[in-house]
């Protein structure tokens, strides 16, 4: 099989074009024409360019009017399921509200529902930096009519409610829509950065919600196991990790997590067990000698022990293990050995569970 060559174009977050569109909207505020293009500036401190759709300005009395501009978000080659995002600004004077720009979310932006995202429940699911470079953008056009009035901008996503539906934000209390993101400004195709943030950031919102539990998965189907073997305990609680077990425990100890699980199928684990905490199958080759010490506890011969150990792959070790009838006695032993290895590197920090289940969803283990 041919494997597809990833691309390498970047290209710009959604609170880099609501900036835009924003600064965009504004000008038409100030000169009753918007621009088809508009230069901005984005958090990193570069000028980019952006092309400006939908424009419109409304009313005849300056302090009354309106303005839209919208602009199309190009997320460059990351698959991103924001690619194409029509970003909308809607700006219009403020007569009591002098020197003061106010940030609103309109139809398709997410709203907080949850403690922990360093955003006022209730509000518009605005992150930080684009709220500033929003701000930033506005007043450096709108300085001298701000000594005069204030302004409000709302930003809108057309169809940002479908859009959040492909993302983990009703998991962090985000409901409604998208959340408008990006400390940069610039997406960078494939990142690593932007999930490890969210895994940190579902731990924050546990953590601010009280829990003393999180659940960390390496995946969709870990994480649809857990979710079925744990009905008791609260949607926050689950933490999509993926291959970022240290940062992601790192987090739990800085939160006060006091109760960890695990849900893993045999490759990661194994990658655990021997003292990984980036997971990533191109970081480090699993451990097949380990599996074959623990096939040996078990009970295996020494010739399945030396089968497994020349073997590439975890799932090798599982099967061989399941052939002699030993399935459940080998992942009981990993987990035990995975609970071992993360207890000496965070000593008397939490408790610490793990379930492991086959490539089916089936429960192999459950090892406190």
């Not at 689950?238 to 940062?247: N, R, T």
């Not at 990661?268 to 097949?288: F, P, S, Y």
Request: proline residues 3%; negative net charge; contains cysteine.
């Amino acid at each position: 099989m041919i494997k597809r060559k990833r691309g390498t174009r970047k290209g710009h977050t959604t609170g880099a074009n609501a900036a835009a569109a924003s600064r965009a909207a504004v000008i038409g505020l100030l000169t009753n024409e918007i621009p088809d293009k508009i230069e901005t500036v984005i958090p990193n401190g570069d000028h980019v360019s952006f092309v400006v759709h939908d424009a419109s300005v409304c009313g005849q009395i300056a302090h009354e009017k309106t303005a839209h501009a919208m602009c199309i978000k190009d997320a460059g080659d990351d698959p991103d399921c924001t690619d194409g995002a029509h970003i909308m600004a809607d700006v219009r004077w403020l007569d009591d509200h002098v020197d003061e720009v106010i940030l609103k979310g309109g139809e398709g932006v997410g709203v907080i529902t949850m403690r922990g995202l360093g955003l006022e429940v209730g509000g518009p699911a605005i992150n930080p930096v684009p709220r500033k470079n929003i701000e930033d953008n506005i007043r450096d056009i709108a300085s001298e009519c701000l000594k005069e009035f204030g302004i409000e901008v709302t930003i809108s996503v057309l169809d940002g409610e479908e859009m959040a539906k492909k993302t983990l934000n009703d998991r962090l209390g985000i409901i409604g829509g998208i959340s408008i993101l990006g400390t940069t400004g610039i997406v960078h195709p494939y990142s690593t950065a932007a999930f490890r943030a969210s895994v940190v950031q579902g731990i924050e919102v546990a953590a601010n919600q009280g829990q003393d539990t999180v659940v960390l998965t390496t995946g969709g189907r870990t994480e649809k196991f857990v979710i079925a073997s744990l009905p008791e305990l609260e949607p926050a609680c689950f933490v999509q990790m993926g291959d970022f077990l240290g940062p992601a425990l790192d987090t739990c100890q800085k939160e006060g997590i006091q109760h960890i699980v695990i849900g893993g199928m045999v490759g990661k684990l194994t990658k655990m067990a021997q003292g990984e905490v980036i997971t990533h199958a191109k970081r480090k080759a699993v451990n097949t000698d380990l599996l074959a010490e623990i096939a040996k506890d078990c009970g295996a011969d020494d010739g399945v022990c030396a089968e497994i150990s020349a073997a590439e792959t975890a799932r090798f070790a599982a099967e061989r293990m399941e052939d002699l009838g030993l399935a459940s006695a080998f992942h009981q032993a990993l987990a035990r050995r995975t609970i071992q290895t993360l207890s000496q590197r965070y000593v008397g920090v939490f408790s610490i569970r793990v379930m492991v289940c086959d490539f089916s969803g089936h429960c192999l283990a459950d090892v406190l």
